[in-house]
């Protein structure tokens, strides 16, 4: 009874890491609502909703945990904290088209990858390509060493800013879904989804800390933890979305949210973790663990965009949805092995 009183006990921390990743979840149906509205009543399409602005704001705990991490935990920790949380999302993001593929009852989900999904596929693995050119360059050269922020993140944010731009330009625009909303305030949609936002920002920095003490209660290595758990707890959001996407009968909505929330976790996430890590560029502190996690996360990507047979095996089983949760199990295992 003691060890439950004591605010830093194992016990209590795992308490505190599912009622922050619960209010995470919670807040996230009232973003994902209002995000839609906002959407809708302004005349964007759904699809443009799940690239940009339900991405982005489902990324929310990626990117207050990783701010968080390089700030307040600092070094070493931080930073590998922070890494681990946007490439753990990034996998687990891809992990959840698999398992809605086995609950989508009407064929298979890959059959909705669509045109306007492939471009968002593409860009995150691109994305994923610089992140890890950055990482290799760090670690090898120190050309960069004194630069307060690395050359490779400015193009990373500028081909993330292109890619917004490009999406935009080609998206889907559409006026037909306004009914659905004709009774929903486009300011009460404004003011529910900043709220929400907060919220989800506010359990997200609580949550770093929460995470942080367990990896020192448990003896995990902060990669680990980030990759893991802390990863698996800010891509709740997602979760949430591409649940309640598939609920509306919308899995091309679900899909192109979790890749697009890919590309914001590479693109603007971590450039943000080297604006506000003062010390040094953040790339030649991450630990190699992370290359593994950045090429599975190309690998499933792959796995998503190919078309490779997608009919179900026993009308249950899609081959793609095997091999992502194959991949995601292998990749866990490995990086616990590694830790």
């Not at 060890?3 to 009232?30: G, H, K, N, R």
């Not at 973003?31 to 005349?43: E, R």
């Not at 942080?212 to 209660?217: F, G, I, T």
């Not at 899609?318 to 092995?337: E, K, N, Q």
Request: aromatic share 14%; hydrophobic share 55%; glycine share 6%.
């Amino acid at each position: 009874m003691e060890c439950f009183l004591d605010l830093t006990s194992i016990p209590f921390l795992w308490i505190q890491l599912i009622l922050l990743a619960s209010i995470i979840v919670f807040s996230a149906t009232y973003l994902t609502k209002s995000a839609d509205v906002i959407a809708i009543k302004t005349g964007l399409g759904r699809s443009f909703v799940g690239v940009v602005m339900l991405a982005t704001a489902t990324s929310l705990p990626e990117l207050g945990t990783g701010i968080t991490s390089v700030v307040v935990i600092s070094g070493y920790e931080g930073v590998n904290l922070a890494a681990g949380d946007v490439f753990g999302s990034n996998i687990f993001n891809l992990l959840i088209i698999g398992l809605l593929d086995i609950f989508w009852k009407n064929g298979s989900i890959f059959k909705s990858v669509t045109n306007q999904s492939i471009p968002v596929g593409l860009f995150g693995i691109f994305l994923v390509f610089i992140s890890i050119v950055a990482i290799l360059f760090h670690k090898n050269f120190d050309l960069f060493g004194d630069f307060y922020l690395s050359p490779i993140s400015i193009i990373l944010i500028m081909v993330f800013g292109f890619s917004m731009y490009y999406l935009f330009k080609n998206q889907d625009s559409s006026t037909d879904l306004k009914e659905s909303y004709a009774n929903s305030s486009l300011y009460g949609a404004f003011r529910n989804y900043f709220i929400a936002a907060s919220v989800i920002v506010a359990a997200a920095f609580l949550l770093v800390y929460t995470s942080d003490s367990l990896s020192v209660k448990m003896n995990w290595e902060h990669g680990f933890v980030g990759t893991q758990f802390l990863a698996l707890c800010t891509s709740l959001p997602e979760l949430a979305a591409s649940i309640a996407a598939i609920r509306i009968m919308a899995p091309q909505l679900a899909i192109t949210n979790l890749l697009g929330s890919n590309i914001f976790n590479i693109g603007f996430v971590l450039f943000l973790d080297d604006v506000f890590y003062l010390e040094s560029p953040i790339w030649g502190l991450f630990s190699y663990i992370h290359l593994l996690t950045a090429c599975i996360s190309i690998a499933m990507t792959l796995i998503v965009l190919s078309p490779i047979t997608r009919t179900k095996l026993l009308g249950q089983f899609s081959m793609p949805a095997m091999i992502l949760i194959f991949l995601y199990g292998i990749t866990s295992f490995l990086v616990f092995t590694m830790a």
